[in-house]
């Protein structure tokens, strides 16, 4: 039984070690690693992409699969709960390090399985809902980032944050994680989360303005 784990980057601010340190840090002991790099998570099915495919025909039953979060596997509701769905059916255990969920087949009561695939789902909807309003926020931050240039050159302050950690954030927010638990995640300061929770628009105009 092996437990592998799986990363997916879509930008080039995103690292794979950043994922792996994340798990390993949380207790996962992980004997392969399975990445895409640069591939996004909501126009592209697990199973459509390079590595991600891969997984379909490594894992077997009693293996653990590792994840980030859900949103590593895909941001497409139908997607994420298919793809979950289908590993059970095999017989493989998927866990989180975020948050420390666990989904598997192994439950045979109805009331337990009732649970468990409300969870699916709500994770799943919960990854696309993210998807969704970071893509606003990012759309409101370029904008933003683009009239503050038309009036001045000048980029401000560095982010001390990069596009995986603004996600991580915006993820954990949304799950109404407190910023203590938040910052021990992403290692980021609690006044830097405060004024990510405050103004997300900013938070994307600001790396839009550093092209990051």
């Given amino acids: 039984m092996a437990t592998v784990f799986y990363a997916r980057v879509s930008t080039k601010d995103q690292t794979i070690e950043h994922q792996r340190t994340q798990a390993e840090a949380a207790g996962f002991k992980i004997d392969r690693v399975v990445a895409d790099h640069g591939v996004s998570g909501i126009s592209t099915c697990l199973a459509d992409r390079p590595e991600g495919k891969r997984l379909f025909d490594i894992l077997r039953k009693g293996d653990t699969l590792v994840v980030r979060w ?11 709960c298919d793809t979950i769905r289908e590993f059970m059916r095999r017989g493989v255990v998927i866990r989180t390090v975020i948050n420390g969920l666990t989904f598997d087949g192994a439950t ?13 789902a709500f994770m799943a909807a919960t990854a696309q809902a993210n998807a969704e309003a970071i893509k606003e926020a990012q759309r409101g931050g370029i904008a933003l ?16 944050f990069t596009r995986d950690q603004l996600s991580t954030v915006c993820n954990l927010l949304d799950m109404s994680a407190g910023v203590g638990e938040i910052a021990a995640t ?12 405050d103004d997300r628009a900013s938070a994307e105009a600001a790396l839009a303005n550093w092209a990051a």
């Fill in 108 to 120: 045979k009561d109805p009331m337990q399985q009732a649970v468990r695939d409300a969870l699916i």
């Fill in 145 to 160: 980032a683009k009239a503050n240039e038309a009036e001045t050159k000048y980029r401000g302050r560095k982010p001390s």
């Fill in 70 to 80: 859900v949103d590593r596997l895909g941001r497409n509701y139908s997607d994420v």
């Fill in 186 to 197: 992403t290692g980021l300061s609690r006044q830097t989360i405060y004024r990510i929770r």
